[in-house]
């Protein structure tokens, strides 16, 4: 084993309320990858915010190449040379792609002016090497997630760091991007960079990581060897349940009348020909990889993309003009796979979330809002999301990810929708938490909801699924039913390779 780079041990660290670390130590070697799993409120980001100068803890030791040291703040753990790429996006979206990667180290040139020339060739450079096409002229704001977090991955390496966190780093990349992530990070480990790297995600982990430590309600609950990785282990460490627990039962589902009618939908050069059916208490779901015009097809069905041709309808009623508000007042509900970006006003109260698309059917005859009602809807779905909070007027900002995933289920719950689009509902959500999430889907379709589903975790595809629509180049190419599923056979035809078989 190489010599430890990093050393915590004794670390503690008490919120009002909550006792996020208890006593926690770890050793992060030279070169080496160490994955951190557990349940949202296990400890992870307190942690590692805690290493990496964000918050300062109640007690406990840090050591550096076997030197203790004192961790005050962001730029001290810069210097120290640790860095961190946040889960959430900490970029400036006013400020363009040069302007994020250098701020608070910029170069200058021979007279202490800024030389924006050799910070964009720095910029350049860590294009080549990682494979990015970082414009370092452009906006920030006008960025998708995916580009926002390459400018992350670039900033932190372009102060070529010792020690790097990365937490979460894989939630807004696709399969190729996420290979090339993977690839960058073996590059380092050569290089003798040591890697704590947090994921939900635990294929990803189980690829990656040279060891993982798993963290639950505040402690260390031990740390495996390469060797010793096992998925069912890990969950096991992590909320006390097998795999086979994760999923709901769903073998006695019965499908009703038709609620959603597609039929030859095209939506503007990103989908075409795409007809399909989902039923009262039924999961169907939009399969495929990245970009091959699933998610287009899902916004186009609740108004907010454009369709170009094409016949949708809620129960037999077809829906055409009136946008979003008409698609809500029809029945239709649509939880967004971007919670903090496009589901979530972060400013805003948690009560005042889950109330916000269900405003003009609480009004009264005069137009005020009832505000006795509203409350009661509120709590009422707090206690039957089983939501962790303090207040209903607590900001949902400070909410674990897996609330505010259930936050945002509670707003469409509000609209009494009759048909619910659900868009990664358990993206960036711990284990335990998307087992409830999973739990909730499956009672609300045995209420006789239906859900039409775009996932790209291949476990929760199958895991939850009655019925999977397979997407190819804006196409529907194949169908599997709940017993017909299989990894290797959805994957030929997201691919191209099963085209026309059993569509």
Request: include cysteine; aromatic fraction near 4%.
């Amino acid at each position: 084993m190489n010599k430890i780079t990093l050393q915590a041990t004794g670390i503690h660290k008490t919120f009002p309320g909550v006792k996020a670390l208890d006593d926690v130590g770890l050793a992060l070697y030279e070169g080496e990858v160490l994955a951190l799993v557990g349940e949202n409120g296990a400890g992870k980001s307190t942690l590692m915010n805690v290493l990496g100068g964000l918050v300062k803890p109640d007690a406990g030791l840090i050591s550096i190449d076997g030197r203790d040291v004192m961790i005050s703040n962001p730029l001290e753990a810069a210097k120290l040379g640790i860095g961190f790429v946040h889960q959430e996006s900490n970029l400036l979206s006013n400020l363009t792609v040069l302007e994020n990667v250098f701020l608070a180290r910029e170069v200058l040139g021979p007279v202490r002016s800024l030389s924006r020339a050799n910070m964009a060739s720095e910029i350049l450079r860590v294009n080549g090497r990682l494979g990015y096409k970082l414009d370092p002229d452009k906006l920030v704001g006008s960025l998708n997630l995916a580009e926002q977090q390459c400018v992350e991955i670039a900033r932190a390496l372009l102060a070529e760091p010792r020690i790097l966190i990365l937490d979460e780093p894989t939630a807004a990349l696709d399969e190729e991007e996420v290979r090339r992530l993977f690839g960058i990070i073996r590059t380092l480990k050569r290089d003798g960079v040591s890697i704590i790297y947090i994921s939900h995600r635990l294929e990803e982990v189980m690829e990656i990581a040279d060891r993982v430590m798993v963290l639950k309600d505040g402690k260390a609950v031990g740390t495996l060897d390469r060797q010793e990785i096992d998925r069912d282990r890990l969950i096991s460490m992590m909320v006390g349940r097998v795999l086979e627990d994760i999923y709901p039962d769903r073998s006695d589902v019965r499908p009703g009348e038709p609620l959603l009618t597609v039929e030859n939908l095209a939506v503007g050069g990103r989908a075409r020909d795409v007809s399909f059916t989902v039923r009262a208490g039924e999961i169907v779901s939009l399969g495929g990889l990245e970009g091959q015009g699933q998610r287009a097809v899902a916004r186009a069905i609740f108004g907010d993309v454009p369709v170009a041709r094409g016949r949708i309808a809620i129960r037999g009623t077809r829906l055409s003009g009136g946008g979003i508000a008409q698609r809500i007042k029809s029945g239709l509900g649509y939880i967004t796979h971007d919670r903090r970006g496009e589901g979530l006003v972060l400013t805003l109260s948690m009560g005042k979330n889950c109330s916000l698309a269900s405003l003009p059917r609480l009004k009264n005859r005069i137009g005020y809002i009832r505000r006795r009602r509203e409350r009661a809807e509120i709590l009422e779905n707090v206690e039957r999301m089983q939501i962790r909070l303090t207040s209903v007027d607590q900001a949902v900002d400070n909410l674990s990810g897996g609330n505010q995933q259930k936050v945002m289920l509670s707003r469409w719950l509000m609209t009494k929708p009759r048909v619910l689009i659900v868009d990664e509902p358990t993206k960036g959500v711990d284990v335990g938490a998307r087992m409830s999430v999973y739990r909730i889907i499956d009672q609300l379709t045995r209420e006789g909801i239906g859900i039409l589903m775009l996932t790209s975790d291949m476990m929760e595809l199958i895991g939850l699924s009655d019925r999977i629509l397979v997407f190819y180049e804006g196409r529907i190419v194949r169908e599997f039913g709940r017993g017909d599923a299989r990894e290797e056979a959805i994957m030929r035809a997201a691919s191209g390779l099963g085209e026309g078989e059993g569509a």
